[in-house]
């Protein structure tokens, strides 16, 4: 008695989501290239007294496929400002250049992309290698536009001593197309 009334109890929580997870079907995003340019604001988790961050405002370009079965494969480009060096009229900035894995769900209306990435971090005083974890949510406009907003966990260790120099948060909006 318990079996059944526990399998009723599961079939009725779990057979709503499945039906609707069917009504979905495939992301806008499924076998297509895309391209997006955003606006970025970033910052450090943690602050070093008298250490400026190389965040702050940025800018960046994205490029990928999604495939049909919404595997998404892609890169990326960033450029943040940074802050002024103490002392110094030059800002720290950084540019970072990394490869994207991700996969596509569709939800209603928008299609939410977890993904990760490795690359690369210029920096003036120190090259890392940047791992990052986070997610964007896409939003179709029409067949070829698209607005998406991201966000995004970064560690950066620095090459030559593998010393975790940085974690940062950092965010944006920005437009695409796909094609």
């Known amino acids: 008695m318990r079996k059944i009334a ?6 009725a929580l779990f057979a709503p989501q499945a039906a609707e997870a069917q009504n979905f079907g495939l992301a ?8 997006s340019f955003s606006a970025l604001y970033g910052g450090p988790l943690h602050s070093t007294e ?4 190389y965040y702050q405002f940025g800018m ?4 990928g496929y999604t ?28 540019a970072q250049v990394k490869l994207e894995a ?16 490795v690359g690369y971090l210029d920096h003036p005083a120190y ?12 939003y179709s406009l029409n067949k070829t536009l698209f607005v998406a907003g991201q966000l995004e966990f970064n560690v950066t260790t620095e090459l030559m001593s593998r010393v975790t120099v940085e974690k940062a948060l950092a965010g944006g909006v920005g437009i695409g197309a796909r094609f």
Request: net charge neutral; no cysteine; glycine share 16%.
């Open 28 to 35: 806008f995003t499924a076998d297509t290239y895309s391209t």
């Open 6 to 11: 526990l399998l009723s109890l599961t079939a």
């Open 50 to 53: 008298g250490s400026p961050t």
């Open 102 to 117: 991700g996969f596509d769900l569709p939800l209603s209306v928008i299609v939410l992309r977890p993904k990760v990435g």
């Open 60 to 63: 960046g370009a994205r490029g």
């Open 127 to 138: 090259d890392s290698l940047l791992f990052s974890v986070g997610s964007e949510a896409l």
């Open 67 to 94: 495939f049909h079965n919404q595997i998404y494969f892609g890169g990326s480009f960033q450029y943040f400002t940074g802050e002024k060096a103490q002392g110094g009229f030059a800002r720290v900035g950084s």
